[in-house]
């Protein structure tokens, strides 16, 4: 994030501006397909977790905290220990945390389907491996922490369709692993992208996929941030 913006921000925005470089010819303008398999909308209310992991965590909230049926969104650390989850320990690559995005949301009005859909199509590149763009190092790969059998299920059948789609260019690489821990990031990165819209990070990496979710999802896009 901050440490490579200053050398590398251009390249970034011609290889990874909404995450969609590895996109077939033409699928640019519109979603990749919708899992074939997925659960139905709850009739009641309730709370459930959705825990991804897509590069820069600034860019992954900025897509999920718009998200209509999106109840809250966390940015931390998850695939380490509690004792290593701070930024200034998992910059070093070396503590098995991925950035990561916690996503509270309302299974009665969306599913954990459409949440995939959404993370695969504009929130990063998943067929990049332990970087997105500029960014570099295990930190920033593509995971997807299931919390139950449900969640691991449909993202693999979701990833197998996908390849088998050629959605992508390339294979993806999203790893889908059990999710044993998420530990808050510090206060300065919660909604960063939010609180600061001018930064040039975040207008070149981050903004793209928001104008892309609107593009791709105007049916699920919300106006306020969560």
Avoid at 116 to 134: C, E, K, M, W, Y
């Amino acid at each position: 994030m901050l440490k490579s913006l200053s050398l590398t921000v251009l390249f970034f925005a011609l290889n990874a501006v909404a995450g969609l470089s590895a996109r077939a010819e033409g699928a640019e303008i519109s979603p990749i397909p919708a899992p074939a398999s997925d659960v139905p909308l709850q009739q009641s209310p309730g709370q459930e977790t959705a825990v991804f992991a897509g590069g820069c965590f600034w860019g992954t909230q900025s897509v999920f905290e718009r998200v209509k049926g999106v109840v809250s969104t966390t940015v931390g650390y998850s695939g380490g220990s509690a004792d290593t989850a701070t930024y200034e320990q998992v910059s070093s690559e070396s503590t098995g945390h991925a950035e990561s995005v916690k996503v509270v949301y309302d299974p009665s009005k969306i599913t954990y389907g459409q949440l995939l859909r959404i993370f695969f199509s504009v929130a990063h590149d998943p067929t990049q491996v332990n970087q997105q763009g500029s960014d570099r190092g295990s930190s920033y790969r593509s995971v997807i922490f299931y919390s139950s059998d449900e969640q691991r299920d449909l993202s693999n059948a979701y990833i197998k369709q996908l390849d088998a789609a050629h959605a992508f260019s390339r294979p993806i690489v999203t790893e889908v692993v059990p999710l044993k821990g998420f530990y808050n990031a510090e206060p300065y990165h919660q909604h960063y992208a939010d609180q600061n819209p001018d930064n040039p990070y975040i207008q070149i990496c981050s903004r793209p996929k928001v104008e892309a979710l609107k593009q791709q999802f105007p049916n699920l896009v919300e106006g306020k941030s969560k």
